[in-house]
């Protein structure tokens, strides 16, 4: 049996995603799409062929038909949604950042594992298979000890309003940033001893360019590069004491990867994506058919979290993402300063 999506929002992501689960057909079935506008719910369901339009959220998380909720909102609404849904027993994969701030992560988490459903916050890249063959050879030994993660992630998109409003969580660090950081917890599989930012905020209070120093035990750590301001290379390097790799742009999404010793590529990898006929919004968007398919295989597993993208591992970035932005001085309405800035 198919697993049944409902789709939380109607946004550009909802739909690219919807794309891929539609080029998956024998496992996944969209069977309802919810928006806060009744007609963008209509035209979403008209286009991607979905029997069921609702105004209002609540209607996917009271729909019995309904397996898994996938939400695309705006990243101010994620915390809210992922706890309607999951308080009616739905599966529930939701956009990255998983929420705000760490306090909100924890509780939508720890409502997850009462419900006992599967949860996971979608970060796409590390399912991508560029992703997983990074994992092998770092365990392979081959690059001798990672010393350090070098990443960027910077495009320019300030005229975009959600993106400069501190109200929808906007800037860099929540926005691009997280891209970076899930890259080098990845890499580092632990806790960071110290998390460093310098930048700026713009006037509206979120960071227009961020530059995250995260130290690691063993004398290493990542250099974590973000912006809204700029494009930037939108490439990575995971740097060992023998070999290199180059996660080439972009990095969120890599369809190549390039392993380097003595300045010499000695190893080039590549990974077509999945031949989806559709009309992206975003880059490389295809890819999320390699999510699609892992959720589908946990559920039917009876998993209720990733262990490639588990439940501490999304608190660990948020708890980064909250020191990150803390340094700089972007805070929430809800959220104390520290009495040192």
Partial sequence: MALRWGFVCASKICSDFAACLRSLPEAHEIVAVAARDIDRAKAFADVHGIPQAYQGYERIAEDPYVDIAYIGSLHNYHYELALLMLQHGKHVLCEKPLCLTETQAKHVIAEARKKNVFFMEAVWSRF????????????????????????????????????????????????????????????????????SANGYL??????????????????????????????????????????????????????????????????????????????????????????????GKYIKEGAKESPIMSHDESILLAGIMDKARHGLGYYFDDETPSPSL
């Fill in 128 to 195: 991508f298979p560029a992703y997983q063959k990074i994992r092998e050879i770092i365990a392979s030994g081959q690059l001798g000890q990672v010393k350090l993660v070098l990443a960027s992630f910077g495009d320019y998109n300030i005229d975009v309003e959600r993106v400069r409003t501190k109200a929808t969580g906007g800037g860099a660090i929540l926005d691009v940033g997280i891209y970076n950081i899930q890259l080098a917890s990845m890499v580092y599989g632990q806790q960071p001893t110290s998390v």
């Fill in 202 to 295: 713009l006037d509206t209070g979120v960071d227009g360019i961020s530059s995250i120093v995260l130290k690691y035990p063993n004398n290493t750590m990542a250099v974590l590069n973000s912006s809204i301001m700029c494009d930037f290379p939108n490439e990575a390097y995971i740097m060992g004491e023998r070999k290199k790799i180059k996660i080439c742009c972009p990095l969120w999404s890599p369809t190549r990867i390039e392993i380097s010793e003595a300045e010499k590529i000695v190893e080039v990898h590549e990974f077509p994506l999945p031949d989806i006929k559709w009309d992206f919004n975003f880059r490389n968007q295809s890819g999320m058919q390699y999510m699609a398919t892992a959720v």
